[in-house]
């Protein structure tokens, strides 16, 4: 007689707790609903935390910060004079936009195809879970190349090789958000957290200066891990409980590339070639014109603030590429409609993106987010526990600050005027660059779980391509083993690096030194 499995309870406890927690979430209202519904209650709470005189003292001003109402002629005005600017201002809504219109090319003159036909009749099925967890976490560099490209890329790939579309969709998830602060590259995040992280210090230390490579041995290491643990979790947990996919969207067959595909492949690849000499010219030399023009610098420089148009233009130029050598594009007019096409597939995202927008826009005028920060630091900091039980605490409010505050560095500059300050006064004291460090895993594994976060709209709709009746809780039921593990992995390795004394950076230590 056969044996039983040897853990099936554990699955079905597993499968049962996250398919209550699908339907709790699938039971709240259609996004766009729910995003108009946060919005009236945002007024309503902003309305009666002004009542009754709450008020925080910025721990970076040290002004006084009242929650504002919206129900007030301030109010009112902030909501008529801003509603087409809250949402054209929307930071992913141009990014989404501009990006997908050079992808659209690729897609409609069949390059991404024939890549896909490729890559999958040549990788190594073994490997691809792997690949893809650690793509994403080096595209968080430059984190618009996850979301528009790899997220929706990794699901197509999966499809091709016979495996649930969205546990690839999840895989690559998991690497661009779950593990935004880990990568081999320094990305735009660490001189903007390192600015916020020195003008804390600066309080204790009028001279102190925190250098934005300061995290980068860590996070180097934390690339490896994320990328052990999200192929983990992808193979042990996502697939089992997703099942056989059995929806509508097909997969392109396994098959090796014709003639004509093989000459626009060659076409396409001699312009990205080009392309990236072109880039690597203005990047290397000391005076190259894609850095900044007064520094110098790669991080500040046009070629980091412009990723998004170089995206467009390689995409678009190497789409228009293979579809001449291929023969897929014989006119102007096969252009534009490839561009067309790829803007037809964003109409609900549009759709969603202008209540989101308005949501996020009264959260930060009306401030209850700055005094919800504020408050929860303030309680924080006054525990009275020891040095690794407060870090840890400060990471697990971080994750929770996240879910209702999705800007990094909005939450950073709150929470590093109070935190850094008490940490470099404590009996051992901590340098701000390990503070930093705590920060940066808090505010990175709830990201995958977080309404706030920028870019969970376009996640949704890509899952509703594979799900149609998808919501909010089949995005958390999905994601939320990867926050857990991932939460727990870097906690433990944040330990480990604590009792080894290891620095954490290029001149980062563990302790302020004074």
Not at 166 to 180: I, K, P, R, T
Not at 336 to 350: F, W
Not at 406 to 414: D, F, L, Q, T
Not at 467 to 479: D, F, H, Q, R, Y
Request: aromatic content about 10%.
């Amino acid at each position: 007689m056969s044996e039983l499995p040897a853990s099936p309870r554990r699955r079905s406890f597993t499968d049962r707790s996250l398919k209550v927690i699908e339907k709790v979430g699938n039971a709240l209202p259609d996004p766009v609903t729910l995003f108009l519904l946060l919005a009236i209650f945002v007024m309503i709470i902003s309305w009666l935390v002004n009542l009754a005189g709450t008020s925080v003292t910025h721990p970076g001003t040290r002004e006084t910060v009242a929650v504002k109402s919206l129900f007030s002629k301030e109010g009112l005005d902030f909501i008529l004079t801003s509603m087409v600017r809250n949402f054209t201002s929307f930071a992913p809504l141009g990014t989404v936009l501009v990006a997908l219109l050079g992808i659209g090319v690729a897609e409609s003159s069949g390059l991404i195809s024939a890549v896909m036909k490729k890559l999958v009749s040549s990788a190594p099925k073994k490997l691809i879970t792997l690949v893809v967890v650690f793509a994403g976490v080096l595209s968080n560099t430059a984190s618009e190349v996850g979301y528009v490209l790899l997220v929706p890329l990794a699901a197509v790939i999966f499809l091709a090789y016979g495996r649930h579309p969205l546990a690839g969709l999840a895989a690559a998830f998991a690497g661009v958000s779950g593990g935004y602060s880990a990568n081999l590259l320094l990305g735009t995040v660490d001189p903007l957290l390192s600015g916020l992280s020195q003008e804390a210090a600066r309080i204790i230390n009028p001279v102190y200066v925190v250098n934005p490579a300061c995290n980068y041995y860590f996070m180097a290491v934390s690339t490896f891990l994320i990328t052990i643990l999200g192929t983990w979790i992808t193979e042990k947990f996502i697939e089992p409980r997703l099942g056989k996919y059995t929806g509508d969207e097909k997969a392109e067959p396994i098959s090796g590339i014709t003639p004509s595909e093989r000459r626009g492949l060659w076409n396409a690849i001699f312009t990205i070639l080009a392309l990236t000499g072109i880039i690597l010219w203005g990047l290397i030399p000391s005076n190259g014109f894609l850095r900044d023009g007064a520094t110098g610098e790669i991080l500040h420089s046009p070629f980091m603030s412009g990723i998004v148009a170089i995206i467009f233009i390689v995409a678009a130029l190497a789409g228009i590429a293979y579809g001449i050598g291929a023969g897929t594009i014989k006119s102007d007019k096969d252009v534009i409609k490839g561009m067309s096409k790829a803007m037809q597939t964003l109409g609900a995202y549009i759709v969603l993106v202008f209540f989101a927008a308005q949501f996020v826009a009264y959260f930060n005028w009306t401030n209850l987010g700055l005094v919800v920060a504020v408050k929860g630091a303030t309680a924080l900091q006054s525990s009275g526990l020891g040095t690794i039980p407060m870090m840890i605490l400060f990471i697990f409010l971080t994750a929770l600050i996240n879910l209702v505050m999705g800007s990094a560095s909005a939450k950073w500059a709150v929470m590093a005027p109070v935190f850094i300050p008490m940490f470099m006064l404590l009996g051992n004291p901590l340098s701000p660059e390990f503070v930093q460090l705590a920060y940066r895993i808090g505010d990175s594994v709830t990201n995958i779980i977080s309404p706030m976060m920028s870019y969970f709209a376009l996640i949704i709709a890509f899952v509703q391509r594979y799900e149609k009746n998808a919501g909010l809780g089949t995005i958390v039921s999905l994601m939320l083993p990867y926050s857990l593990i991932f939460l727990l992995g870097w906690i433990i390795l944040f330990i480990i690096w604590y009792y080894t004394g290891l620095p954490i950076g290029p001149g980062a230590e563990i302790y302020y030194r004074g």
